[in-house]
């Protein structure tokens, strides 16, 4: 397929996904994932080697800007919530999706394993775009959501290396590089902000996008996946790039104006409705046990420590796209689950990105306005109700 078709192609359904999620006041990330489901269905959209890397980076860019909006102070103080919440939020569909796939469907260990691993996830690209599009980022609850989705995923990435993947000593190379990066990059993105920040060519944004291709690389060739270490990348750089306020204002605008896009389409790409039609049943099995198992585990603990916003956070936490896929797309790799399969797993994981956030989005949304006076700092509280007033201002 030409390039230029398949660019074209792309850029309408990114351009009509914005117009939809403006007027309909949805994520455009749920959009984005069905206009890729209608591309890869009905338009003949075939993924390329380039948006394969666009995708792959806008994930990527998705989890830093989640690292780096977490705040590191509120997470030490509501460890326990944010280990509690995510904890469950990993084991609970883990292990019910297991014994669902092995005990009742009959498929082999290893195959409920990846299905375990697969549903046992939460989105935190996903749940961040969501919380940027409602200005919920700089309120306490989100930043306890996005600390949960770390723990959740965390769990995933470690569970996924310790079952399956096959260490060798080029993933010592990408352990140690990861700390290393991490470790350096305060000490040297501070004068790099200095002497470049504010200039039209944007040098430290040059500098964060060639740490997260190292990660990427490393990742690669360490037999990993640089999802984790990136968010805590972002994490260690939170207060730089909450001290340049334009800086990471310019950075979403990248992110969100043409690299996540391709993220999110390529993920809809991956959903075969031929092959949900045909295993339609043990389908909607898979989303129920995934749902029902986050809404028990998730929801009477979100109730105890953020009462008021409990459902909205179990809703979110039921979100999966990055890790669900990935692990999937190990299992098929690596011969331990079948097209068949790999195709259910892939349209449960993306049902899981839509469905829960647009029951979230619809009717549980949490009041901003409520939630800025509760943050915890004078400074962010005046960043979210310039959210509100902003948006005020666009609707007059």
Excluded at 207 to 233: E, N, Q, T
């Amino acid at each position: 397929m030409d390039n230029t078709y398949v660019a074209l192609i792309m850029g309408l359904l990114i351009l009509v996904a914005s117009f939809i999620s403006v007027e309909a006041a949805i994520s455009v990330a749920i959009i984005e994932i069905a206009m890729g489901v209608i591309g890869g269905n009905f338009l003949g959209l075939q993924s390329t080697p380039w948006i394969d890397f666009l995708a792959g980076f806008g994930g990527i860019l998705l989890t830093f800007l989640a690292g780096a909006e977490t705040d590191p102070q509120l997470m030490k103080e509501k460890f326990k919530e944010s280990f509690l919440i995510g904890g469950i939020s990993f084991l609970a569909p883990f292990l019910l999706t297991f014994a669902y796939c092995y005990w009742v469907a009959g498929w082999s260990f290893k195959a409920a394993e990846i299905a375990g691993t697969a549903l046992s996830t939460t989105s935190l690209a996903v749940v961040y775009a969501v919380l940027v599009e409602t200005g919920l980022t700089e309120t306490k609850i989100g930043k306890i959501i996005m600390a949960s989705c770390f723990v959740t995923d965390f769990g995933t990435a470690l569970l996924l290396s310790l079952l399956f993947a096959e260490e060798n000593w080029l993933t010592l190379v990408f352990v140690f590089g990861s700390v290393v990066i991490i470790f350096l990059s305060p000490k040297v993105m501070s004068p790099i902000l200095k002497r470049y920040g504010n200039r039209v060519i944007e040098p430290e944004i040059k500098f964060l996008f060639f740490l997260l291709f190292l990660f990427m690389y490393l990742g690669k060739i360490g037999a990993s996946h640089a999802v984790l270490p990136v968010f805590i990348l972002g994490l260690v750089l939170s207060n730089a790039l909450r001290s340049n306020r334009d800086l990471q204002r310019k950075l979403r605008v990248i992110a969100f104006a043409m690299i996540t896009p391709f993220f999110f389409i390529k993920g809809g790409m991956n959903v075969s409705l031929k092959e949900v039609y045909a295993n339609f049943g043990i389908l909607l099995v898979l989303f129920g046990v995934k749902m029902g198992a986050k809404v028990i585990g998730v929801y009477p603990i979100a109730k105890k420590y953020i009462p008021k916003s409990a459902t909205y956070a179990t809703l979110l936490m039921s979100t999966g796209l990055t890790f669900g896929t990935i692990s999937s797309l190990y299992g098929l790799s690596a011969g331990f689950i079948n097209a068949s399969q790999f195709s259910v797993l892939v349209t449960v994981v993306i049902l899981t990105a839509i469905v829960p956030t647009f029951i979230a989005q619809r009717w549980f949304q949490p009041n901003l306005v409520e939630e800025s006076r509760v943050s915890v700092d004078p400074v962010k509280e005046l960043s979210a109700l310039n959210v509100i007033e902003q948006r005020e201002g666009e609707n007059v």
